[in-house]
């Protein structure tokens, strides 16, 4: 499907200009159908079909594919829920009115519960004929408009993409292309939410090891005594837990990158041996004797300053050295506010496919102007909550200020219902329940000791420092369980 070509829905999409919406009106009293035709054909952009035969109309949903269906509930043959279902199955998108008299309301309940998008007593007024058909035809429209986006969306090549024309984005993405296709270990720099891992996606994405997954580890997220295990792997029986032969991180690796995010969290003991794996390709598995070797491409990434950490005693120089063979430093999002408009532009997007609100277009000049003069703290992940967020809230089609919730980097999940989820692709869904479930976890084990981060990380089995990551990704401080 092309842009801006006609769609088979009667509509063009990605312009204005519309075509004439198709309704087929159903009834096998003649004078219902006279008299419904004359009131909707002297509507402008409306084309009027009309069947007093239920078998017939089943044909002509399938020839004609209509936007709307009006159809009676009563009629010989097969009834108004017959032709509902067909359309239904036919198309998710078209709508159907069911039209019914006093005596039979309970069915045009139940045919609503089926699918229908409203019904109709009889008889009726002019004007309330004229809404339901608008309110029909605009959500037809919305339906449409989001089946159409979703198609575009799943058609994106799934690849990291980096947004934004300014001369450090540029500058970096020159440089992503200059490494990628080397061997060399790279160390990636810069504040949290600019856009580490997703530089190391895209390195990986260019390299000629692309075929192969990239392997992430989280060095903050791993408890020290767990780290070696799962990088090495270990033979059964060398430490209690251990109960059968597992295979590291390190082996799966081989012939392709391993990232090691949050390398600054890595304890001094490990530092020694992650060095000896770069130095030598080889290591030997948690209480095992053979030596592995292996062939991997490192990159590493930390928003800590490592020289500090390095004059502190707390990272190793020979492991930074081994490590920092090319740098890449990621700029805040404050010193490269030209990219904001661009990075709203592709999030509006992103986020109004993703929830199901197509309409979505735009944001308010005030929202933006707002947007040019935040400081970013969190950089383009705080960004991408703040559009998500308010896409979510828009009552309209464009996003204002209020939707926005500046300063308020919470995440945009808990404002969506069960139904959204089930909406959306498993990918996106699975990401948005994941969220959910840390912010809860989160929340409730702070609770329970109190707001003491130290306690609580060391009782659910993380390191201080992932439990804190987590906490600022879901908006949670740890005053607010303090007693
Ligand atoms: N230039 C960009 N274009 C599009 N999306 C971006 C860009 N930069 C960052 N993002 C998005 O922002 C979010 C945060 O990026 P990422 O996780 O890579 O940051 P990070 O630097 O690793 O942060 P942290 O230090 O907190 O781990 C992600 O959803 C990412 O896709
Ligand atoms: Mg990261």
Known sequence: MKENTRTTAGFMLGDNIQEKAKILIVDDEKDMLVLLDRMLSSRSGLSVLTSDDPVEAIRMIDEQNPDLIITDLKMPNLSGMDVLEHARKKSGSTAVIIMTAYGTIE?????????AFDYITKPFRKDRIYRIVDQALRWRRLEFENLYLRKKLNQWPSGPFMIGNSQPLRELMARIAQVAETSATILITGESGTG???????????SDRRDR?????????????LIESELFGHVRGSFTGAFKDKKGLAEEASGSTLFLDEIGDLDPSMQVKLLRLIQEGEYKAVGGNKTYRVDIRYIAATHQNLKEMI???????????????????????????????LLV?????KYSVLHGRGHIKKISRE??????DWSWPGNV??????????????????????DLSMGQDSGAFNDMTHSDIFDMPFKDAREVIIKRFQADYIARSLEKYQGNISRAAGEIGVKRQYLHRLMKEAGISGKEFKS
């Open 107 to 115: 069915s045009a309940v139940e045919a609503t519960r089926k699918g």
């Open 196 to 206: 580490k891992e997703l530089v190391a996606r895209a390195i990986h994405a260019c």
């Open 213 to 225: 997954e990239m392997i992430t580890i989280n060095c903050s997220a791993i408890p020290e005594n």
């Open 311 to 341: 004059s502190t005693g707390e990272f190793r120089e020979d492991l930074f050295y081994r490590l920092n063979v090319i740098n890449i430093f990621l700029c805040p999002l404050r010193e490269r506010k030209e990219d904001i408009p």
């Open 345 to 349: 532009d592709h999030f509006l997007k």
């Open 367 to 372: 929202a933006m102007d707002q947007l040019m």
């Open 381 to 402: 992940r705080e960004l991408e909550n703040v559009i998500e967020r308010g896409v979510i809230l828009a009552s309209d089609e464009v996003v204002t200020l209020d």
